[in-house]
Every structure is written in C-alpha cells, then in structure tokens.
Nanobody, 121 residues
C-alpha cells in the first residue's frame, strides 16, 4: 500500500503564510505527478497545484503568484508554500500522488487524509 500523510495546516490570518507537506510511504516503485487539491464546505474538490516528476508545475488561476508547489523526489515528499492567504483559501487540503507500487504494472492515484487550512481574522 501507499500512504500519504499531510501536515502543516492550521489557522492563519489573512495575508499570512503556511507550508503544507505531504510524505508518501509504502511499497512505492515510482511516483510521477504529485499535487494538492482542496475542498471548501459546500464546494467541489478542486485542483490547486500539480508538479510532475520532471519538476513542471501548474496552478489554479486563483492561487497563481501566491502558492508554490515543490517536491523532494528522494523523500517522496511534496510541499505547498502558501503566501498572501485569503479567507477564500479556507478548505481541507488533500495531497494526491500518482504512483506505481512494487509488483504492480499500472499506476493509480492515492490520497491523503486531508489537512485543514483556515484563513480568518
């Protein structure tokens, strides 16, 4: 199995910063893309940012210029640096990893349990 564990969420005032981390562990052969999704109450889960194994990144328009995704391939860890946070960023943030397990020929998506980010004064 592959397990993803997020950390770094919390309560922050508007304009503040947080850094989320997600570490993948288990019987992993390789990981290609890793990303962050978020879901606010009453809203559909949306893609926030994604990073490929080669380091290419893509962001939702709502977070461009404020969030930065990065990864440490050796540690199977992805990060999300969130700056200039706004109340509308409040959501549960989920880590996603497209990975290939040992002894498995195909890739699939794995999800973390989520970490709460609340931006409020």
């Amino acid at each position: 199995q592959v397990q993803l564990v997020e950390s770094g969420g919390g309560l922050v005032q508007p304009g503040g910063s947080l850094r989320l981390s997600c570490a993948a562990s288990g019987s992993i052969f390789s990981i290609n893309a890793m990303g962050w999704y978020r879901q606010a109450p009453g809203k559909q889960r949306e893609l926030v940012a994604v990073i490929t194994s080669g380091g290419n990144t893509n962001y939702a328009d709502s977070v461009k210029g404020r969030f930065t995704i990065s990864r440490d391939n050796a540690k199977n860890t992805v990060y999300l640096q969130m700056n200039s946070l706004k109340p509308e960023d409040t959501a549960v943030y989920y880590c996603n990893s497209n990975a290939k397990r040992l002894a498995v020929t195909t890739r699939r998506d794995y999800w973390g349990q989520g970490t709460q980010v609340t931006v409020s004064s």
